[in-house]
């Protein structure tokens, strides 16, 4: 009992000790966007006494480290309430961290909305499908608060359009996505590839895409891609471009 009271004491004192250097970085944390995660009581509930000390005096990113290991072994177990409440706990405490916002969104809905489809033993399909749908939301709800902390990182955009594209099946969305991962400066080159190839699937919204794919056609071979050249030559057909004027000379036949 007094091994931990002094335990307490020296983190408390600790914690005094960098307390006028937190203040100092409170005004950059917000240029740095560390919005919407915050050490409150909702975290301290899921955190022992002395690791929210711990975090308060200045060790976040060693408790959250520790908690990333017991998120792995409730992964092992399918809890998945339990993955996301220490996913949660993890990015309050490091909210610029991408990996954690992206470990639970990516837990969230591959993994737990996997599971809810097929446990047998819920019988019927369509609570299945609701329970794997309430998965989903939970896996892009990850991502958004990842965004509101990180706008600067593609990464996160990145991902979250590839659940509305292969998740909710929302081009329109998983296009709007992709084209803010475009426009961040840590952006993977084949990023602004895929709005266009989403803008092309979404209803009303034919002739932009045509126009944009065409520009990417006419950037160079490097972009003649198949997925582009089977797209191009889709839109070419459905509208009804003159045969001269076609960048596909025959419908595409690539996969």
């Keep these: 009992m007094r091994a931990r009271l002094l335990g307490v004491a020296i983190l408390l004192g600790f914690g005094a000790l960098r307390l006028p250097f937190e203040l100092s970085l409170e005004k ?5 966007h560390y919005h919407g995660a915050k050490l409150d009581m909702s975290v301290r ?5 002395m690791s929210f000390v711990a975090a308060l005096s200045g060790f976040r990113s060693i408790v959250a ?4 290991l017991e998120a792995h072994t409730a992964w092992q177990r399918t809890d998945w309430g339990a993955v996301k409440v220490i996913y949660d706990t993890i990015c309050a405490m490091t909210p610029r961290n991408i990996q954690a916002w992206d470990m639970g969104g990516w837990h969230m809905a591959y993994n737990a909305s996997v599971s809810a489809r097929e446990d047998s033993r819920t019988e019927r399909l369509a609570l299945r499908l609701r329970a794997e749908r309430e998965y989903f939301k939970l896996g892009e709800d990850f991502y958004l ?4 902390n990180n706008p600067d990182r593609s990464m996160l955009y990145e991902r979250l359009a590839t659940i509305y594209r292969d998740k909710f ?3 329109l969305k998983a296009s709007e996505y992709f084209g803010l991962a475009a426009q961040q400066p840590d952006a993977m080159q084949y990023v602004h590839r895929f709005t266009v190839y989403e803008l092309a699937k979404v209803p009303g919204r ?3 895409a045509y126009q944009r794919l065409r520009a990417l056609y006419d950037k160079g071979e490097e972009e003649h891609l198949p997925t582009l050249l089977r797209l191009l030559g889709e839109l070419e057909e459905k509208l009804n471009i003159p045969r001269d004027e076609r ?3 025959e419908p595409s036949q690539h996969p």
């Excluded at 480290?65 to 990333?68: C, D, W």
Aim: glycine content about 4%; cysteine-free; aromatic content about 0%.
């Design 28 to 32: 950059q944390q917000r240029a740095l």
């Design 45 to 49: 509930q899921q955190l022992t006494q």
């Design 65 to 68: 480290s520790v908690l990333a």
């Design 145 to 148: 608060r990842g965004i509101q």
């Design 169 to 171: 099946k929302d081009p």
């Design 206 to 208: 034919e002739q932009e």
């Design 247 to 249: 960048r596909i000379r």
